[in-house]
């Protein structure tokens, strides 16, 4: 079984930047795909950035490349999310998500459904 615990949010002004973080305990080989989500108020869950923890394959949203980057230690059983030039969308809550995939494609990647372990979430807040 594996448990995620993300960390890093707050509040922080348009352009600014934050670094989530997230730490997996379990048995690494439980998932080799580790990825971040989030969901703002009466809006569903959506993809934001996907590492492979075997491989050097990441995934994005559209809205959020080249602004954020998702990298991992595995080590450490880590993922995380630097995001900079934030903007007021980017509010959400941020989940992190982790499974072991056999075929990953973009779409499969940023579909929350891809996903048996979650995290309780980390709030950011843009203004």
């Known amino acids: 079984h594996v448990q995620l615990v993300e960390s890093g949010g707050g509040s922080v002004q348009a352009g600014g930047s934050l670094r989530l973080s997230c730490a997996a305990s379990?048995?690494?080989?439980?998932?080799?795909?580790m990825a971040w989500f989030r969901q703002a108020p009466g809006k569903e869950r959506e993809g934001v950035a996907v590492a492979c923890t075997t491989g050097p394959d990441t995934y994005y949203a559209d809205s959020v490349k080249g602004r954020f980057t998702v990298s991992r230690d595995n080590a450490k059983k880590m993922v995380y999310l630097e995001m900079n030039n934030l903007k007021s969308e980017d509010t959400a809550m941020y989940y992190c998500?982790?499974?072991?995939?056999?075929?990953?494609?973009?779409?499969?990647?940023?579909?929350?459904?891809?996903?048996?372990?979650w995290g309780r979430g980390t709030q950011v807040t843009v203004s």
């Open positions: 379990g048995d690494p080989h439980d998932y080799n795909y």
């Open positions: 998500a982790a499974d072991w995939v056999t075929i990953m494609t973009w779409d499969t990647a940023l579909d929350f459904r891809t996903y048996n372990y």
